[in-house]
């Protein structure tokens, strides 16, 4: 049997990571319908209070060393023990530190119950650290499917309690003990799936060589993830738990939609670059097919998200929720520009650019503090609406690197995602014209903007003879 080609490693990696995406982002849609209708806006204020800290948490599996372990050419058994042990050690000094913490933070959101809670949430560092280094193996041997099935079954088992305990009245608990148990069952899946088992050998040497790449990168993720959840923490702060939950809830389902894209993507992006970075000719026809790719679902998808909105939230989760549906709007159109940072962004990665990384997104950070501390007295709604214009900017910023180390135009780059975007709002368009010629319920509405949405956009895809479709198609009916 002949060995895979990097095209079909590519294909089946996306075609694993939409797939388990999908049915992760179903699975939470389900649960998430589900508990919002059980608790109120204030129950999720208060959990969107502590986001930053989880978002942390959760960026530990992701960044650093993670990164370093999957730029590497080989695996070296003493490489990923060192990150293992040091990610434990570093866990455990986060939670400790945080764990005393706890009342001044429950002071400064005047919310005495954060104190308990954040303690209880803060555990999710400890999951997150143990399974850093078998979660870099799995991306480095491109186990999508495997990864698929983690992801899975984490959502579902802690949407199953988070539900479970909201039914019974355990309120903000069940949402906090739901964040737990993601953690600790993909952590324990990653170990069982990696199949890869540290040592008690303390050689840190590794570290000191990784620690110049993997430290900018983790300082980055870190700040990013601040800046990222300062919404929750002025609104926590500034305008109180009931806000605070409303725009929580929008940016969830934005989150969702969002995170199917972006998985997608990140689930080969990194170990397939790498793998042609030797080649550049080679390596711009595999990032151009990944803009291509990019495009092509997430224009339809966010945007699409964003239409459809003000229906979405009112059947799922209720009329109670209509405070929501214009920060999901906004934020859905925002970050449907997103793809552009995570292909970019590991594209600098592949070639080992993780200063032009820190520095650049460091000024991104900073100007993005500046936004929503100089909006926050003009009104929630005003520091999204300039948040995510800022957002959009910075997507498209990232290509003034792109063009330093490939041989590629901007021009080309336009040219790329441009077409797809311009179908997109073309069958949006087509979409609102066909739901104003039918005078139907919401639900209705709903469907109807959705199927003319998806039938225009196919339909003006295949005449156009777009690229990434055709590649879509073949994989599907031909593999």
């Known amino acids: 049997m002949s060995e895979p080609t990097l095209k079909d490693k590519t294909a089946k990696g996306l075609f694993w990571g939409g797939l388990s995406n999908l049915i992760q982002q179903f699975i939470g849609m389900v649960f998430g319908i589900a508990i919002a209708r059980i608790l109120s806006p204030d129950d999720y204020g208060l959990v969107a209070m502590l986001a930053v800290f989880s978002a942390i948490a959760n960026t530990l599996m992701d960044s650093g060393f993670s990164m370093a372990l999957i730029n590497k050419n080989e695996f070296k058994h003493e490489d990923y023990n060192a990150v293992f042990w040091f990610s434990i050690g570093i866990s455990l000094v986060a939670y400790l530190i945080l764990f005393f913490a706890a009342p001044s933070i429950a002071k400064f959101y005047n919310e005495p119950i954060l104190t308990n809670l954040s303690r209880l949430i803060f555990i999710s560092f400890i999951f997150a650290g143990s399974g850093i280094a078998h979660n870099a193996l799995l991306v480095k041997q491109l186990k999508v499917k495997q990864r698929g099935i983690i992801d899975v079954t984490s959502v579902l088992s802690s949407g199953a309690i988070g539900l479970v305990m909201a039914l019974n009245g355990y309120a903000f608990w069940g949402l906090a003990v739901q964040q737990l148990t993601q953690n600790f069952v993909g952590t324990v899946l990653r170990w069982y799936f990696s199949g890869w088992r540290p040592t008690f050998t303390f050689n840190f040497a590794p570290i000191k060589e990784m ?256 690229a990434a479709f055709k590649e879509v198609l073949y994989y599907l009916f031909h593999r």
């Open 211 to 466: 620690f110049g790449f993997s430290s900018k990168l983790l300082a980055n993720s870190i700040l990013a993830q601040i800046t990222g959840n300062l919404f929750n923490i002025i609104l926590g702060h500034n305008y109180g738990k009931e806000d605070t939950g409303y725009y929580a809830q929008g940016n969830k389902w934005m989150f969702l939609g969002f995170t199917t894209i972006t998985g997608m993507i990140k689930s080969v992006a990194q170990p397939v670059l790498v793998e042609v970075k030797e080649d550049l000719n080679r390596q711009v026809v595999v990032y151009r097919k990944m803009l291509r790719f990019g495009a092509f679902v997430s224009f339809p998808a966010m945007l699409g998200l964003a239409f459809v909105a003000s229906e979405f939230i009112t059947l799922t989760i209720g009329s109670k929720w209509e405070n929501s549906v214009i920060y999901l709007q906004v934020l859905s159109i925002a970050m449907s520009f997103e793809f552009l940072t995570t292909i970019n962004v590991t594209l600098l990665l592949s070639h080992g650019y993780s200063n032009w990384l820190l520095k650049y997104s460091f000024f991104i950070n900073i100007i993005t503090l500046l936004i929503l501390f100089v909006c926050s007295p003009f009104g929630i709604l005003t520091m999204v609406v300039v948040y995510s214009i800022w957002r959009i900017i910075s997507a498209f910023s990232w290509i003034f690197f792109v063009i330093r180390i490939l041989p590629i135009s901007f021009f080309a780059f336009l040219k790329d995602i441009g077409s797809y975007l311009g179908v997109a709002v073309l069958s949006f368009i087509i979409g609102l014209f066909a739901t104003k010629l039918v005078n139907g319920g919401l639900g209705v509405t709903f469907i109807l903007k959705i199927v003319s949405v998806g039938v225009s956009y196919v339909f003006l895809l295949y005449i156009l003879g777009s």
